[in-house]
């Protein structure tokens, strides 16, 4: 919404109210939808309207949590009141978690039917270009949009290619120049280091908040409920709930070797969640590799070979963990690198790859997706997708649990629950002063990692193919890839 807003809130102006429970925006007045229906404060409060209605069942309601309502003052004010005192003002309506629907479009989809509404592949917005095609996996075509508020638009139409893998869409920019652009290059440091000799194009990687990490599953994930629900907090894990496993999993991590060999200038290995903007990393986190002490770890808890089979076991439970993430050379190498560590310590290690469209597709339906991890192990990448850690880390608390009840829709994956943890969260959910804000993020990424609830392993930079023929383009690590593609042009020959 800070593009469509008149001026952005602040306590100078008094967008921001003094006791922290209310924020009032002022829209632009001269904005319309790309089909000429005015944008006003009520499309504003239909998108709240919809995005907690719980039939609707949207995937981006951890943003919306702390809002206790919104209201439209005027046409073109809208006051957003809070539940309780609330830091992050600026978290709702804003980023990539934080669009405006058009209310016109939306009205009757605003329920169990939000997935039938043709405009989930046909949107209507406010920006620069307007969907005009679309062919899911393969194509998407925009054209410019003649009513755009900023002024005509550059280039007349604009082609997304879906499909393929990366390295070909990092091919067609640095190599071939069949391309203009290409996002989310997670190719082998290598490949790009050649590709771009070729003098086509730039790699452009820019370091943010997103950090490449190896999950634990905290339920088993091969009992089934009565209901037929896997990974159920019914039925915890046969190994991970002991944190002595958790901890020799972790340091048989190799992070320098996958970032060095597959990320090189593109990555840094860490052993932190939160990594950016600076003043919530911790300097009091690090991470190491030692097969032996893993090993040490391993014994105490337990787990020996018994059977000679190669394979540590326990009462009859075999270490066996299959371990899942989405199609990719690099992480499909990742795992290859993970599962030689695993298995030198008496793990055995079936390894999975799931189509991406799959994987971090929200489907209820389909139990490959992240959210159902029906695996002891999966691999992806996330971060805050805003300065503003606090929705990012209340995942990890026990009330966000994806599980059958929410359809698979909340973020925690990992099914893990700590009291301690939660009281943390909630402590920063209501702190006005900065440092102390900051501080307490800082004790909360330091609680996961002493619990080793999640294993990260690499610090990723938000890596693209950008042409030469094209100018104007400034990636943030804070916003989808195209949020300045209004300033997009083709370069001068």
Not at 155 to 177: H, M
Not at 303 to 319: A, C, H, I
Not at 343 to 351: F, K, Q, R, T
Not at 404 to 413: K, P, R, S
Request: charged residues 25%; proline residues 6%; hydrophobic residues 35%.
């Amino acid at each position: 919404m800070l593009f469509l807003a008149a001026e952005a809130p602040s306590r100078e102006n008094g967008g921001v109210a003094e006791d922290g429970r209310s924020v009032t925006w002022k829209l632009k007045e001269d904005v319309t939808w790309a089909d000429g229906e005015p944008f006003t404060a009520e499309d504003v409060v239909f998108t709240y309207e919809y995005l907690s209605n719980p039939d609707v069942a949207a995937a981006s309601t951890a943003n919306y949590e702390t809002v206790e309502s919104v209201e439209a003052i005027d046409d073109y004010t809208v006051q957003v009141n809070f539940k309780d005192v609330t830091p992050g003002w600026e978290v709702p309506f804003t980023g990539q978690n934080g669009m405006i629907l058009p209310e016109h479009i939306f009205a009757e989809f605003n329920g169990a039917n939000a997935r039938e509404a043709p405009a989930n592949q046909m949107p209507v917005g406010t920006g620069p270009y307007q969907v005009v095609e679309f062919k899911p996996g393969d194509l998407v075509v925009l054209e410019a949009n003649a009513d755009y508020w900023d002024g005509a638009p550059p280039f007349n139409r604009v082609e997304v290619k879906g499909g393929g893998d990366a390295t070909s869409a990092a091919r067609a920019v640095l190599q071939t120049g069949d391309a203009d652009y290409a996002y989310n290059l997670q190719v082998e440091a290598n490949i790009l280091e050649e590709l771009e000799a070729a003098g086509q194009g730039r790699v452009s990687a820019v370091f943010g908040p997103y950090v490449e990490r190896i999950m634990f599953n905290f339920t088993d994930p091969n009992a089934e409920t009565a209901d037929g629900e896997r990974s159920s907090l019914e039925n915890p894990h046969p190994f991970f709930t002991d944190k002595r496993v958790r901890q020799a999993f972790t340091l048989a991590i190799d992070r320098d070797a996958i970032a060095e060999q597959l990320y090189g200038p593109t990555g840094r290995a860490t052993g932190q969640l939160l990594v950016s903007p600076g003043a919530i990393a911790s300097d009091n986190i690090s991470y190491e590799y030692n097969l032996e002490q893993a090993e040490a770890l391993l014994d105490e808890a337990g787990w020996e070979d018994t059977n000679d089979d190669g394979v540590r076991d326990q009462d009859g439970v075999e270490m066996n963990v299959v371990f899942q993430t989405s199609v990719n050379p690099v992480r499909q190498k990742t795992q290859e690198i993970v599962k030689q560590s695993l298995e030198s310590i008496g793990v055995g290690v079936e390894l999975k790859s799931i189509d991406a469209g799959i994987f971090f597709s929200g489907d209820p339906a389909n139990t490959d997706t992240i959210n159902h991890f029906y695996a002891d192990m999966q691999e992806y990448n996330t971060g805050n997708d805003s300065p503003d850690p606090g929705p990012y880390m209340k995942w990890w608390t026990c009330d966000q649990i994806a599980q059958m009840e929410n359809d698979w829709q909340l973020e925690n994956n990992a099914r893990y629950c700590n009291p301690e943890y939660d009281a943390l969260w909630e402590a920063s959910a209501t702190e006005l002063d900065p440092e102390t804000r900051n501080d307490l993020f800082k004790q909360m990424d330091e609680f996961l990692m002493e619990d080793v609830a999640v294993m990260p392993i690499v610090d990723r930079a938000n890596t693209n193919g950008v042409s030469n023929r094209l100018e104007g383009v400034e990636p943030s690590p804070w916003d989808a890839n195209t949020w300045d593609i209004k300033n997009w042009r083709r370069a001068a020959e």
